[in-house]
């Protein structure tokens, strides 16, 4: 069975950083080949795309270019978000998510980030 576990996130000072990492579980060798990305939720607001790996392409919203970075191990089966600079409006709940063979879903626990100001 497959389970993705974050850790990391909290509480941060506007201009921060914090790291959060998803660590995958039961994947066998399909992690590698699997396309992994972070989403977050805010209070009130839809759950939006914040970086990704899709078939080798790394994505980012638009929002966190050049402060947010996502990257992954495949050996360790695990991914990591660097996120820098952070403001209040990067605060929500962080998810990961991973996907094989573009229909086989799954989504981490997700995690509170909150930024003061």
């Known amino acids: 069975q497959v389970q993705l576990v974050e850790s990391g996130g909290g509480l941060v000072q506007a201009g921060g950083s914090l790291r959060h990492s998803c660590a995958a579980s039961?994947?066998?060798?399909?992690?590698?080949?699997?396309?992994i990305a972070w989403y977050r939720q805010a209070p009130g607001k839809q759950r939006e795309l914040v970086a990704g790996?899709?078939?080798?392409?790394?994505n980012y919203a638009d929002s966190v270019k050049g402060r947010f970075t996502i990257s992954r191990d495949n050996a360790e089966k695990t991914v990591t978000l660097q996120m820098n600079s952070l403001n209040p409006e990067d605060t929500a709940v962080y998810y990961c998510?991973?996907?094989?063979?573009?229909?086989?879903?799954?989504w981490g626990q997700g995690t509170q980030v909150t930024v003061s100001s």
């Open positions: 998510k991973l996907t094989r063979w573009g229909w086989n879903v799954f």
């Open positions: 039961g994947t066998g060798s399909t992690f590698s080949s699997a396309d």
């Open positions: 790996i899709i078939s080798g392409h790394t």
